[in-house]
């Protein structure tokens, strides 16, 4: 079991992306994302910014740092169809949680005032490389 969480300060988000526009949301999220975060054509910056919370999160159950490559779009937010947040990790992403033993995760997303944060518990469900401890990573 691994357990990632990350804290993003919602105004750097908002700031970014009036900054860099449609170049930054196209880098950082996907279609269903973009759509899941507006309404009314408003962007809904507490929930972009904890979709950047929960991609950082889950970068570090992975075992990355920010020096490393990955791109933001092969960790994708998504909801279930009972209404609560989950992952679905693409190309390099997924090989690395394969590769490290990881298919399940658990993902918690919230945001209040000018802060959003996510935690991610991922665990093995196949008989890949077990993990048997709770790695945190700051």
Not at 93 to 122: F, K, P
């Amino acid at each position: 079991m691994c357990l990632g969480t990350d804290l993003v300060w919602i105004p750097e988000i908002e700031r970014s992306i009036l900054q860099f526009g449609d170049r930054y949301l196209r880098r950082m999220f996907s279609e269903q994302e973009l759509q899941d975060c507006h309404s009314a054509q408003q962007r809904n910056y507490p929930s972009l910014a904890a979709r950047v919370a929960a991609k950082e999160a889950t970068m570090k159950i992975l075992g990355l740092n920010k020096d490393t490559a990955l791109s933001w779009n092969s960790i994708e937010v998504v909801r279930r169809t009972n209404g609560s947040p989950g992952l679905r990790l693409h190309r390099e992403a997924q090989i690395l949680a394969r590769v490290a033993g990881l298919d399940d995760y658990v993902l918690s997303l919230s945001h209040e005032h000018e802060y959003a944060i996510a935690t991610v518990i991922a665990t093995s469900t196949f008989g890949g490389k077990k993990t048997n401890r709770i790695s945190v990573r700051n």
